[in-house]
């Protein structure tokens, strides 16, 4: 049986009796002992102490020294490879090399030299290349030498690029030049200029302000003619097939910022 410690009933086991005790005096009967102060508690989960007071009050036995769980043999006593003075540190850290003093001037120590064969990534050094626009010998690491190209400045990286990229090596190239544009194209292209006042459809800038005449601009491409077997290049010059441009409007033109039929609006 289980006597209920607030009134006189009982019960034949324990948890008939907490239930008893939650039921009819509203609080639940202690189930656990206070590790610091030895008072009873209830808590639903598992706890040490009762309060935060015993939590965290000062321990009951003395942890310093060898009294304590992680004491390995305290200190160790060496000497300042500097100075020469003894001095103690603890085992489990670095090796002892420098006292406290030596570290705290600090004057005496020598920055490393990282710079050429002393650098800890040292691979060798430059290399001796030469330009491939140029022909002038210059130094490279060996990790930026370029199995494609290489170049010594600026100015050959430009020189380069203008005729890498002219041509077939233009990511724009289209098959090059058709070639002369045989009979009918000179006689056309001045009806052309004459039809639009040697002024730019599209913009109206002129020949005085040009300095010179306007370029006149294959409507459907000299290259389509040549592609259909049965036209010829001539077919291709038409003054309905042909309008005069500034180099500004005609490289709009050319990159496919002007549609076709506004082209022939014009003409």
């Known amino acids: 049986m289980a006597d209920c410690p607030t009134c006189d009933e009982s019960r034949d086991s324990w948890q008939k009796l907490r239930l008893h005790h939650l039921d009819t005096h509203d609080c639940s009967l202690p189930n656990r002992e206070c590790d610091r102060c030895g008072e009873r508690f209830f808590c639903e989960h598992q706890r040490k102490y009762c309060s935060q007071e015993c939590q965290y009050a000062a321990p009951s036995r003395d942890l310093s020294g060898e009294n304590n769980p992680n004491y390995s043999d305290a200190k160790a006593e060496t000497t300042c490879d500097e100075c020469g003075t003894s001095f103690e540190f603890y085992p ?105 006042g040697y002024a730019c459809v599209l913009c109206g800038t002129d020949a005085d302000e040009l300095g010179r005449n306007p370029d006149v601009h294959h409507i459907i491409p ?33 990159h496919g910022d002007v549609a076709a039929r506004d082209l022939r609006a014009m003409v």
């Open 92 to 196: 489990s850290e670095k090796k002892g090399c420098f006292c406290a003093d030596c570290v705290a001037e600090n004057e005496w120590q020598e920055p490393p030299e990282l710079t050429g064969e002393s650098h800890p990534n040292w691979t060798g050094g430059t290399t001796t290349i030469v330009c491939d626009e140029c022909g002038e010998p210059f130094e490279r690491y060996p990790a930026q030498v370029n199995e494609t190209v290489n170049l010594c400045g600026e100015s050959c990286h430009a020189d380069w690029l203008s005729s890498a990229f002219t041509g077939e090596g233009h990511p724009n190239w289209r098959g090059g030049p058709t070639g002369p544009y045989g009979p009918g194209w000179r006689e056309v292209r001045a009806l052309a200029l004459e039809r639009d």
């Open 222 to 254: 000299v290259r389509a003619f040549l592609d259909e077997p049965r036209l010829i290049v001539s077919d291709a010059h038409t003054l309905d097939n042909v309008c005069s441009l500034c180099v500004d409007c005609h490289r709009r033109v050319e």
